[in-house]
DNA sequence: GTGAATAATTTGTCAAGACATACTTACTTA
DNA sequence: TAAGTAAGTATGTCTTGACAAATTATTCAC
């Protein structure tokens, strides 16, 4: 069990905190290999003398860590980088996101974006009454040339100024943080299926291939629906990745 | 926007944390409605005075809330109760736990439990050399009767003494821990296929079906793969329902 | 009446200090 | 030599206090 000196540098004029910049640091060296995994922090006395900061300070720092599942921390033994990778932590993203991060080029073909009058299970999910003029949305999503996903979504009418083009330029979790919107809580489902014949000849499968699907419905932070969507995915090119951490 | 008086008892002699006492009394108010959802709580100061509390106790309370996505927080404005249900949090559970949750009663056929020579891609997730000995594990879980899911794991050799009888009476995670192993982190994939015929033989499904397939490595506190998991379930009779949390 | 500036409100950040608890190591005793 | 105890180590909890930043409400000027 090593314990290794890091170098770490604080911005006092800059407005990013002193524990958040502390932080970053210390990911960006566990991420770089400078603190491998395994190896012990110096204590929270030592690293808050060290620093220059106080002993809140530095544990504030240590865990915002620790709830990303980068450190692990023992009263009386110390605080150290958790063996094993965090792959891909959950968040709240969409498939644009997702692909890009990824290394990938998602491309967007819409094929149609429309108000309709809400059917009773949209109406239900976003909370308006059946009928009330929803933005409905139909997609489907490349990646390296080949279509990945159909991608149904409803929206409240007038949430937000959605167009073809810039569908296809952006995700579309991206367009609603840009014009304001504040994402909070997802509650979703995913489940299999076979395809049906018109979306396998849209996702360019065979009949009756399976399907990965999802339907997420989302809110923002004052509780309101501000999407639903209802997507399948080619099980043969895709699968959802993600890092579950216990606190 | 209400501001709601609300009734917290705190127990100083006993070992529960004061902040941890808070918010379990906040976590039972908005779950039982004695704060609904966009309610609105005194502020901090008016808190900590009411409780006899420091503030940064009374704001570790609320953090931790925050991190479960039951409170938001705006500087300037004050702590809300989220809108909106977080219906299922991330979590590092079993499919048994879940289905326990869910008010099902879960069963477990073991088909077999074995120790067996790792083969090179359980070697490499479990790491270990490949040829050293592991548990495998083959299961068949069933709700109300009907076969739900095909369940291979496989463990570490002597990380733990599990038997048919204890697997059959309870989860793989519930074992893990009842004897001390400290699971921490998993990475997983959730995708879609085809049922062998096999498969479907087990899972009394027609050969062909569509399965949501979920293959999971656990980790533990030090960076240990636990466990290894290849899990297969009939996508007619269930799905993975989870509620996201931006923090 | 409207817009800009100022004040009030509330969370966010940070500091210094003290005691409690869990874990590890060293020392003592049988 | 092994077991038990004490000491040392390090995180966990809690207190008091102060200033900064974002949001909302109020006031003032045109």
Redesign the pocket.
């Known amino acids: 069990m090593t314990v290794t000196k890091l170098d770490i540098d604080l911005d006092r004029s800059s407005?990013v905190?002193?524990?958040?910049q502390m932080a970053e640091r210390i990911a960006e060296a566990i991420q770089n290999g400078e603190l491998p995994s395994g190896t012990r922090?110096d204590?929270?006395?030592q690293l808050a003398d060290q620093l220059?900061?106080?002993?809140?300070?530095v544990?504030?720092a240590i865990q915002y860590l620790v709830d990303k599942g980068l450190l692990v921390?023992?009263?009386?033994?110390?605080?150290q980088v958790v063996h094993g990778q965090v792959k891909r932590a959950v968040e709240l993203t969409s498939l644009y996101d997702d692909l890009r991060r990824a290394g990938q080029q998602p491309e967007t073909r819409v094929l149609s974006i429309e108000t309709v009058p809400a059917e009773e299970d949209v109406a239900g999910v976003l909370g308006v009454a059946p009928g009330t003029p929803v933005l409905r949305l139909e997609r489907i999503r490349y990646a390296s040339g080949e279509p990945l996903a159909l991608l149904h979504n409803w929206l409240p009418a007038g949430a937000a100024s959605l167009t073809a083009e810039a569908l296809q330029a952006r995700g579309l979790y991206e367009l609603l943080r840009s014009t304001g919107v504040r994402m909070r809580v997802a509650n979703q489902r995913i489940g299999a299926r076979t395809a049906t014949p018109a979306e396998a000849r849209l996702l360019e499968e065979r009949r009756g291939c399976p399907l990965l699907t999802m339907v997420r419905t989302t809110y923002d932070d004052q509780g309101r629906a501000v999407e639903h969507g209802s997507h399948v995915y080619r099980a043969s090119h895709y699968a959802l990745e993600v890092t579950l951490v216990e606190r």
Chains 1, 2 share one sequence.
């Not at 905190?17 to 958040?20: A, G, I, V």
């Not at 220059?52 to 300070?57: A, D, E, K, N, V």
Request: proline content about 12%.
């Open positions: 407005p905190p002193l524990y958040f922090l204590n929270e006395v220059g900061l106080s002993r809140p300070t544990r504030q921390r023992k009263r009386g033994v110390g605080t």
